[in-house]
């Protein structure tokens, strides 16, 4: 049974900076993707930035140059370091992973099998 939990979530303020994490277990997988996706009030869960299993990165374009995805040592841990937030950042952020994946990873909410719960980040001007 793969387990995600998110953590790291607060207010800040604009500018301010912010990193996320996501601890997985149950996931021995050799191949897979992992990501990050948000989702604002009203609005759809949107694809922020995801990972492969051998280190590639794809990244929303509204939040390239400020987020970078990683993952820990023992990949059981992924993380999200948010730079110059703004307010149109505020949402849930939620961890998502891909039961088995191949190539370069997308941030389509398709692709993922298993969700964390999600953790909130508001932004304030």
């Known amino acids: 049974q793969v387990q995600l939990v998110e953590s790291g979530g607060a207010s800040v303020q604009a500018g301010g900076s912010l990193t996320l994490s996501c601890t997985a277990s149950?996931?021995?997988?050799?191949?897979?993707?992992m990501a990050w996706f948000r989702q604002a009030p009203g609005k759809e869960r949107e694809g922020v930035a995801s990972i492969s299993s051998d280190g590639r990165m794809n990244y929303a374009d509204s939040v390239k140059g400020r987020f970078t995805i990683s993952q820990g040592s023992g990949r059981n841990t992924l993380y999200l370091q948010m730079s110059n937030l703004i307010p149109e950042d505020t949402a849930t952020y939620f961890c998502?992973?891909?039961?088995?994946?191949?190539?370069?990873?997308?941030?389509?909410?398709?692709?993922?099998?298993?969700w964390g719960q999600g953790t909130q980040v508001t932004v304030s001007s």
């Open positions: 149950g996931y021995t997988l050799r191949n897979y993707f």
């Open positions: 998502a992973a891909s039961r088995s994946a191949y190539g370069y990873p997308t941030l389509t909410r398709a692709t993922y099998d298993y």
